[in-house]
């Protein structure tokens, strides 16, 4: 199947509730709502068929609708809740819009919390994921090597430490250790069959696609807020 024959739909979670930074997914960030920045990145991106936003909440529904989101429906309270997965707020998407003759070969998930990420790595992704028949493609980051696995102890209830790989003595040489990788958070793409069959955001085999730390930021903390600020106003100079 080609690029442009490979369907995928652009999934964007904003729920009400938020402890941390309340209001956060509407807030005002660098002069615009937080969300718009996802919105504009996915509604530039040339491989998404459509983008839709699951929200709780009518008034972060009208902020999206502004930005030129579709809302389909209105997420269900129990999908809404601190403590709900990411995982089944995904699927309630994907068999809401089948229920209208919607069908898709992949899900692109982006979080507005990640508001820094481009229409390119959209794309790249979604490419990626097409070239390498993988489950899925996600964003990553370098691992520092002092939190590389094979230098990583995790703690025994007897207080004794043990490797995190399970082998008895650690690499002894930084430039041995082999590549390490984190989520970095900005971009989740799965194949529809693998989040509803496999029910699974990653499934078996994962890619990932490196993104830039410069330009990365998770809004989780107020202290996150403020280098996403950074980042923007750096970037309007």
């Not at 660098?30 to 991106?45: I, V």
């Not at 898709?104 to 790249?124: E, H, K, M, Y």
């Amino acid at each position: 199947m080609s690029r442009q024959d490979f369907r995928v739909l652009g999934v964007i979670p904003a729920r009400g509730g938020s402890k941390g930074i309340p209001k956060k997914n509407i807030r005002l960030l660098h002069g615009r709502p937080l969300l718009s920045y996802t919105a504009e990145a996915a509604l530039s991106a040339r491989l998404l068929t459509r983008v839709i936003l699951s929200t709780d909440d009518e008034e972060i529904a009208e902020v999206g609708r502004r930005c030129g989101l579709e809302v389909p429906f209105l997420r269900p309270p129990e999908l809404a809740t601190d403590g709900a997965p990411t995982l089944p707020v995904v699927q309630h998407a994907v068999r809401a819009l089948a229920q209208d003759g919607g069908r898709f070969d992949a899900v692109c998930l982006l979080q507005p919390t990640n508001p820094l990420r481009s229409p390119g790595q959209i794309d790249g992704c979604i490419e990626l994921l097409v070239d390498s028949g993988a489950d899925s493609v996600i964003t990553v980051l370098p691992v520092p090597p002092e939190y590389n696995p094979h230098w990583v102890y995790f703690a025994e209830s007897d207080g004794t430490l043990r490797l995190s790989t399970g082998e008895e003595a650690p690499i002894s040489r930084r430039q041995d250790l082999p590549p390490a990788f984190h989520r970095e958070g900005s971009v989740y793409v799965t194949r529809t069959d693998v989040i509803i069959n496999g029910n699974s955001l990653y499934g078996r085999r994962i890619v990932g696609y490196p993104a830039d730390s410069n330009s990365s930021v998770n809004i989780d903390a107020p202290e996150d807020w403020e280098r996403a600020e950074e980042l923007l106003a750096a970037c309007a100079r």
